[in-house]
Each structure stands twice: as C-alpha cells, then as structure tokens.
C-alpha cells in the first residue's frame, strides 16, 4: 500500500550518542509538567460528584440528581453551569498556548514550564479557598492558562532533549504524568469524599498546588535545550550542552544540523503566516487533525466524567470514584505498554491497533448501556454482573486509548515539525486541542441526555474516520532525527506533491538514498 511509506531502519543520518543518565533525569523531571494536566482531568469529574460540592455552588443540579432517584439517568447532571466549571479551563488554555508559542521560540522552552507552573498554583489556590462560582471559575481559568502553557512547551522540550533512537519513549513521559495525575485525582477524590464536614472538596481542588509546584521547581533546575539555545543565539554553550546530553564528544554532525536549522528559521519573520505556505502543508493539517482527532476518541469523557457515567450506570457514590480509579490504574499501566513499544513496533502499528481495540469496545459499551436503560434512561434493578462488563470494557477501550492516541497525539505533532515554525506549530496544536477538549466538555453532559447510549456510537464514527486518516496519511517516523523529518514528507506517496527539493536544504537530503517504499511499514 503507497500510504505506508517510511524509513526502514538504518538508512539516512544516525548520530552517535547514548541514553546519558542526565538525559533521563532531565525528561523524567521535565515531563512531570503532565501531573497538572492529568490531576486536573480526574479530579474536576470526581468533584462533580461530591454532595457538599454541588449543594454549595450547583443546588439546583444537587436537587435534581437527588429529588427522584427513578427519573432519566441519562440527564441527571445536565447543567451548563456545571460544565462551564469544568470545562472554562481548556478555553483558557487555548488562549495561553497562543501566547506561550512566543514566549518557547524567545525565550526558551523552560521558561514557558515555570509560567504554567505558577499560573496553575494560584490557579489551585482560588479553588481550594472559594467561596463562590465566580471564583472556582476564575481558578479554573488560572489553571488553564498554565495548562496552556506547559502542554506547549513540555513536549517540545522532550522531543528536543531527547536521543532520537528513545524518543518516543522519553516523550511518552509526558502522556505517563497526566495518566498518574488522573490516577492521584481519583485515589485522593475517593478519599476526601468521606471526609465528614463536606470539606474535602477543598483538599482536592487545593491539592493541585503539589504538581503545580513539582513543575514550577523543576523548570528551575532543568537545563535549557541545544535546539533552543542555538535558536537564541548561545551557539557555543549549545555545543557543550549537547556532549554533556548526549554522553560523547563527537556530535559534530548533529550540531551542525541544528546549526543549520536554526539558520534556516531566522529567515522566518511570521512563523504564523508561515505556517500557511504549501511546504508545510502536511504539517500543518497534522497540526489541526491529531488533536481534533484525539479529543474524538471520546476519552475525556470517560475521564472526566467516569464518576459520574460510573454513577449513573447504576454505581452508588463511592463506588463510581472507585470505578473511576480502577479506570486511572488502566491508564497508567497502558501507558507503560506504549514506552516499552513506540520505538519498538512503531507509531503506526499502535494508532492503528488502538483504534480498532477503541472501536469494538465503543460498540459493546453502547450496546450494554442501550439494552439496559433503552432510551427512556430508567434501567429499574441493575444486575452487579451487568455493571461489571461495562466497566470491564470501559477499563479495554481505557488501554487502547493510552498506549495509542493518548501518548501519540502528543508525541507524533513534537516530533514533525521544522524548528522555523515548531512553537507555532505546537502552539496551533495544543489550541486545537484545548478548544475540542473544551467543546466536548461543554456539550457531553447535553449530548448524553439527547444521544442517550448512541454517544458511544457517535464516537466510534470518528475512531473509525481517525484510522483511515492514520492508515493513509500518516507517515512512520520512529527511529528519524527530528531535523532529519522532512525527508518523510517528501517520500510519502500524497504529501510530496506539496514539498520541492529545494524547500529543505539541510532537511535529510543524504537519507534521500535510503529505501522509502510501501515495504517500511
């Protein structure tokens, strides 16, 4: 098949180098900025559940899930109050990420870590002190725009740090902090919900100051990347940085390629507008479709919400969070899985199987949750048997997602762009992500109570769209230098209509004898 062209291992550039400790200890450090993304994940769905919380700044949704236990299950929590809470955050976060695109390219990628680290502790400090909605959400969007900010510049950062042979591995760090801070939200949500006095609400919004800080610190003591530092004119302490990172003296080679791309980007005046030039058309409607794609899978609406659907499944309170949590020790397993693999078996294999593993168990969920609450949403006495098989399958769909588009949607967009538009193509992406995970926050709880179970079957649409789009347009880049990407672009059977010889001068030329045909796949 045309579409799966890539590069066999061994052809092109490999530039020496070793898996340092330093490198490691620097990506584990850099990549704990996903624990403020993924605690905010699992514990906003978790607090949404929590009595004392609704009663005190939702009475109305409180009083309409407790005023009669037998009405719709399906629309119990629709309030678009309740979801402008939870999801003002990724509004804000767009807007960051806009601004955070300047602040990486100027000013370097670990500077734009610290900003998300701050905004985010003052952000969790409102919320855990609040005493009305108008400051949950003034919280809430504080949060976003260090969410903004660190989901722009931590997977740049990896990408760049990282030797490209480990790559993937080292990137998918990042995907592994939000899936342990979705597991921590759960774990603490569970846990604080039987604190008596209703306060524990407090202790989880609040809580988000511990990983607000863990980034905040470590965007102190974190060195700065060669890439970045070239970029900013500090060519020479790049060059010891870069032995220093990559554990031997002969990276001659590999500077002179980041030397060289860094020149090539200086010519760029408007990265924005560059953007939008033919050359890199396929970067950026990787740009726009991954993200968009990603928010699609429906996985947000597991995780945000797991409590809550745990619930309305038919699982009293504190064993929707438990549920939830069982859902969260998925995550991270799976996500582990993908580490171990990236690098291994591809991108590619793991979208591709991921997609089809989303897929089945979309239709299983639809189909238990539609024989059981029908479309009147009254399901009368659930069998426990009943609930376990939904969960179980939620738990199957929960592990294809994190050890495919979870890390992937993350790791594919930092790993393909050309430095003279990677912050603002990044930038582009987390916007695009920030406003599905938005919009899909805002519209769930609606689309629930009027899509009842074919909500399931309305995202299984798109897991099925996502994977033609992968199979034939997505190029295999493990194992490619990051500077040495264009050369996929200009090997792949659709996208080298849009690229010249001459459009990358330094881009891969000499990988340019390597085999890139169909049998790479």
């Not at 740009?287 to 990603?294: G, R, T």
Request: aromatic letters at 14%.
């Amino acid at each position: 098949m045309p579409a799966a062209g890539g590069i066999g291992p061994g052809n092109g550039k490999e530039y020496p180098g070793n898996l340092t400790p330093f490198v490691t200890v620097t990506c584990i450090v850099a990549s704990m900025g996903g624990l403020i993304f993924g605690y905010d994940i699992g514990i906003s769905g978790g607090v949404t559940t929590m009595a004392p919380f609704l009663q005190k700044f939702f009475p109305k949704v409180w009083e309409k899930k407790e005023a009669d236990k037998s009405t719709n299950q399906y629309c119990q929590y629709d309030s678009q109050t309740l979801t402008m809470f939870t999801s003002s955050l990724y509004l804000a976060a767009l807007l960051a990420s806009v601004a955070a695109g300047t602040v990486t390219r100027k000013l370097g990628r670990k500077l734009s870590m610290l900003f998300g680290g701050l905004l985010f502790f003052v952000g969790a400090l409102i919320n855990g002190f609040a005493k009305a909605v108008w400051m949950l959400i003034v919280g809430r969007l504080l949060l976003g725009f260090g969410v903004g900010f660190a989901n722009q510049s931590v997977p740049l950062y990896l990408s760049e740090m990282a030797p490209y042979r480990y790559r993937g591995a080292l990137n998918i760090g990042f995907q592994l902090s939000i899936t342990v801070g979705i597991l921590i939200a759960n774990v603490l949500n569970y846990f604080f919900a039987k604190i008596k006095g209703g306060w524990g609400w407090r202790l989880s919004l609040g809580g988000a100051m511990v990983p607000a800080l863990i980034i905040t610190i470590g965007s102190l003591v974190l060195p700065d990347t060669p890439n970045s530092m070239i970029e900013r004119g500090q060519t020479e302490e790049a060059k010891t940085k870069l032995k220093k990172i990559r554990g031997v003296d002969d990276v001659e080679e590999e500077f002179k390629d980041l030397v060289a791309a860094s020149d090539a980007s200086k010519l760029v005046d408007h990265p924005w507008t560059n953007l939008l030039k033919r050359k890199y058309r396929s970067h950026l409607i990787m740009a726009v479709l991954i993200p968009f794609f990603q928010q699609l899978t429906g996985i947000n609406v597991i995780m945000f919400y797991a409590p809550v659907l745990f619930n309305t499944i038919g699982f009293g309170d504190d064993a929707s969070l438990m549920s939830a949590v069982i859902t969260g020790v998925v995550n991270v397993v799976a996500t582990l899985v993908s580490i171990y693999g990236v690098d291994k078996w591809g991108r590619r294999f793991l979208f591709l199987e991921g997609g089809i593993q989303m897929l089945i168990c979309q239709a299983v969920v639809a189909a238990s949750i539609g024989a059981k609450f029908g479309t009147s949403g009254n399901p009368g006495e659930l069998p426990k048997w009943y609930a376990i098989v939904v969960v179980l399958f939620i738990c199957v769909y929960v592990a294809g997602f994190a050890w495919s588009w979870g890390p992937l949607g993350w790791l594919v967009p930092s790993e393909i762009f050309p430095l003279e538009i990677r912050s603002a193509a990044q930038s582009v992406n987390v916007s695009v992500n920030m406003l599905f995970t938005f919009a899909v926050a805002q519209v769930f709880l609606t689309m629930l109570c009027h899509l009842k179970f074919g909500l399931f079957l309305f995202f299984a649409f798109f897991v099925v769209l996502m994977s033609i789009f992968v199979y034939y347009f997505l190029p295999e880049t493990k194992g490619i230098p990051i500077e040495e990407m264009s050369q996929v672009w200009k090997s792949h059977w659709y996208w080298s209509r849009f690229v010249e010889d001459d459009d990358y001068p330094n881009g891969g030329m000499e990988m340019s004898k390597g085999g890139l045909g169909p049998k790479n796949v």
